[in-house]
């Protein structure tokens, strides 16, 4: 079989390697501007200026007038939060769509390496929100928050509470009595009331479908139907910084990442109408009985007109998402290199060596250390032996998919097909890893930009970032570790694909 070296990577210099959060301007045409917006995580001295990504997700919110729709799979950022009480006191209707959380009395029974304490501070966080800046619910500055099923205040964790700036109690919220799956909940402080997906009978409690069985994982905001951002960052400290003690000491050590900033209505309303479509009307709070428009599978894709090159803008569930892309890469020419987070989805692994074996394409990529044991017990036990070498490099030790050295997370999730000349260039980008729960089973969405210009600067950002995150481990200023904490989080060795 001959293939192309699995060398690329190398010849890239490494001077004026950027470690922090920085951005780059993709398009500037008129009524379409695009930038990219990443986040290394290597920076151990960033210094007073802030983190780029959090800068300018906190600009795209205060400069909302009107409206603002976030779709977040998570979020606790503290700049984040603020600027939303704030632009929801200055009568911006402020709505978020979050993830149904595990409920409480789950996590509890199978709680491992602080699982626990997060969904607390989900919780906490989330009410913050609710509450508005002044910390009262049913005032004029509260923000929506909704999700599939009801999120649950917590009650029993006052001393989470405290931490928070919360009342001790979880006074004055809305209550229900409901059931998620298994689990029974009567005249309960919730955070959001869940949509309706069926009730038993007359008189029954309304039920709830397990969040567990699907993930909300979109991170996009939208302000005023004109522009916003989506990405991989899912709005939190550690997707950014890495941790209040390292934002405190003007560290960016949190995971890679990487967002695309949008100034395009045409854009924008397309988000909007999804966001519509899942809240289950617009503008207003959300029924508990206002049921989710399951629309068909891609009836809220759209294209976007007016950036000089073809955009398009995918939603997930969808497996015909799945094929659509797939049929991208059979058409690649010249190369497929991609950073995942987790990437264990056969049959696109499949057809890139597929694309490799009968047309030589040059293949790289990088994959978090978490998830790469995923991907590489997909290509050995199902694909076989001789991808086993092209992809892992077995026997000679020179894998053409490389394993993530970060401190942290390797979080971003985009593939570019034909990024240095071929016949199909573009880049595949957004919330969404190529596994089968996210194709299949989340709520996503899918960023396509058909240009060679984009397609060229991202595989110099890959490039780039590959080499420098070789020698992130043992460059990492140890210093920066409280003496409590000498190795990495614990966290981390409790991420799942949700993350």
Known sequence: MRVRSAFAFAAITLAALPGSAFALQLNNTAGCLLDLVQNDGMEPMAGARGNEMVSRVVALVDSAQSTLEVAAHEIDHPAIIKALQKAAARGVAVRVYTDAKDVLQKVEQKSANGALGRSVAQRTNLERLMRGSDGTFGTSDDILIQAESPIEAAVRETGARIRAGLPVAPDGLPRASYKVASYTFVDQPIIAPGIVRRTITTGHLPTFRAPSTTRMHHKFIVADDKRGVTGSFNFTLSGAEGSQFDALTGAELGHRQQMIFFDNPQMASGYVRYFDALWGGSHGPASVDAGLREPSPGLLDFDVTNCGFPVRIM???????????????????????????????????????????????????????????????????????EADQFFLGTLNGKPRVEKSRLFRLLHSKTMIIDGAGGANPMVITGSANFSISAFEHNRENIVVLRSPAIALQFVGELRRFVNASRVNRAGYCSALQRPEDPEPPSELTSLTEDD
């Open 315 to 385: 939603f997930l569930p969808n497996r015909n998402a799945a094929t659509s892309l797939i049929g991208e890469i059979e058409k690649s020419s010249s190369s497929v290199q991609f950073e995942f987070f987790a990437f264990e989805e056969e049959k696109f692994i499949r057809a890139i060596y597929k694309q490799a074996v009968d047309r030589n394409i040059e293949v790289r990529g990088i994959i978090d250390e978490r998830f790469y044991s995923a991907f590489a017990d997909v290509v050995r036990s199902k694909i076989g032996a």
